[in-house]
């Protein structure tokens, strides 16, 4: 079989399971036989090994049930380095990138930095690779825990991991920068979000109470505790919180600014210690 005929198949099967993206076709395809996505069509008349097409088919009937393509890899991309995941961390999201690039301004190879809620490593494992600051990342997920040290020995950074409730593991550490993309979705919200994330993504990482406000609350509390003088907070926040965070921050935070993302929704929390 040619690959354009496996990718007409991976399609039409995927169509039939309501996928509909025919870049999720490319995608697979791509993925599996470890070559550029835009180099599905370049080679399109190449003939796929036997091992290679049971292999894309085995992905497919996998992606059929809605399994979101990195978990099916083992692989998601962030920030130009390699994550492996698996359903104990959430994917990492393209506007966290956005999160990360406003952060890494604010952050010096000197800087002592805090990610809270560190899930795969995304954030903790790009600033220390970006940065080469002192970064310490904490999860109140031990499996979690797991996946981020063994994503930061593979892009070859170190990173102090804690299992910690938001700050209880931390005693009287100080940071110059804290960044958290905590949990933000409301249950309500939840019973919405598309299979991929709800019946595949770990809930502990999506929802929390009180609105979805119920950590952010927890960190801007006790944030002035664990920040160094000039100390800065950068968080992402769902489309519809900036208004709530920046009431949150006003007691113990001034330049508050919140920022939107490449779609235009209010993503990302920018602030510092008065
Ligand atoms: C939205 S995910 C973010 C993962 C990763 N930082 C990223 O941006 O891709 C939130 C993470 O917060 C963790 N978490 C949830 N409640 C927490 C708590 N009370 N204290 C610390 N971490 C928590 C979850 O286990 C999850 O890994």
Redesign the pocket.
Known sequence: MKIKEMLEKVKQELESAHITDSAEAEWLVALTLDIKRSDVYALANKELTISQQKKIVAYLKKRKKHIPLAYIIGNAEFFGLSFFVNKD??I??PE?EEVVSEALKQIKPTSKVL??????G??AVTVAKKKGAYVTA????KR?LKIARKNAKNNQVNVDFLQ???FSALNNRKFDVIIS???YISEKEYQSLMPEVKDYE?K???VTEDDGLK?YKQIIKDAPKYLNKNGKIVL?IGYNQGEAIKNLLKQDFKDIEIKSDLQGNDRIALASLK
């Open positions: 961390v959430l990492p999201r966290t990610d809270i809620g560190t899930g795969s995304a954030i904490v999860d109140i997920s979690a910690s409730n938001v993309n905590p949990p770990p502990l990482a999506l950590i992402e």
